[in-house]
């Protein structure tokens, strides 16, 4: 598969393009499956190792259920320990729609899971990727949102705020007490749903801002997502000691 002249079109107008059918549903259940396992073993050393992380009100005690294996969140650097993900973030068909729209070389930047349990999902405020990445040039970096439930507005599916790649890196303000950044002002109620199935994938450039809503709905809504950076890129937070970088392309 190979993006149309048309799709290439709409992530350059837009900042964000919806793809399905990436990924077979052979291939989703088997990350489905392994997520399950991980969440199963939350505490356990193979979770520990991809960083498993709880629903923050969740931990605070503000939800009013306990941490179980139906209240995780989140993960990272998923690829360097599993291969059923290394497969996912080198599979050559996938990389061959992230070079379409970024060029090579290309390395895989960082790699997380964005798991939204049932009931307990929080939002994830609005952002731009890059800035946190600060990679140089802006449009080196892409995101790429792998769909492993269908994810609807219900469930929380993303929400994009159609050109604004073009804004430049907006004032990011902390919000206290959480790792989150959010543009600082300006009109947030102008994003679009984007809900897509199972093994589609959703690429966006790394300073669309973005956002989801929480997820009331009784599915989850898990997304394996990979961020990629073409290899000749100014990375300016990554750390001196960072282990390299895996080269996809
Ligand atoms: O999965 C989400 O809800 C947010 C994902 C996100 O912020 C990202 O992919 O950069």
Redesign the pocket.
């Known amino acids: 598969m190979r993006l149309s002249a048309d799709q290439k079109r709409f992530y350059a107008e837009n900042g964000y393009l919806a793809v399905e059918g990436v990924f077979p549903p052979g291939h989703v259940a088997g990350l489905v499956q392994r997520f399950e396992e991980l969440c199963q073993d939350w505490q356990g050393e193979a979770a520990r190792r991809v960083g498993a992380m709880q629903e923050p009100e969740v931990v605070r005690g503000q939800a009013g259920v306990a941490t179980t294996d139906q209240t995780v969140r989140s993960m990272s650097r998923i690829a360097a320990h599993e291969p059923l993900f290394h497969a996912h973030a080198t599979d050559s068909g996938f990389v061959d729609l992230v070079a379409d729209l970024i060029g090579a070389p290309i390395s895989l930047y960082v790699d997380q899971a964005?798991l939204?349990p049932p009931h307990y999902g929080s939002e994830?405020p609005p952002?731009q990727?890059n800035a946190y990445f600060k990679i140089q040039p802006d449009d080196a970096v892409i995101?790429c949102?792998g769909a492993l439930d269908d994810a609807t507005v219900e469930n929380?599916c993303?929400h994009y705020f159609p050109g604004s790649h073009r804004w430049g890196v907006v004032e990011h303000e902390k919000i206290p007490d959480t790792p989150h950044l959010v543009p600082k002002g300006g009109d947030l109620k102008a994003a679009v749903a984007v809900p897509i199935r199972a093994g589609g994938v959703i690429f966006?450039h790394g300073l669309t801002l973005?956002t989801?809503p929480p997820n009331r709905s009784d599915r989850w809504r898990r997304?394996y997502?990979c961020h990629y950076v073409r290899s000749d890129a100014e990375m300016n937070a990554l750390r001196p000691d960072s282990p390299p970088l895996l080269k996809v392309r």
């Open positions: 964005m939204k994830k952002h990727d995101t949102w929380g993303m966006h973005h989801s997304a997502i």
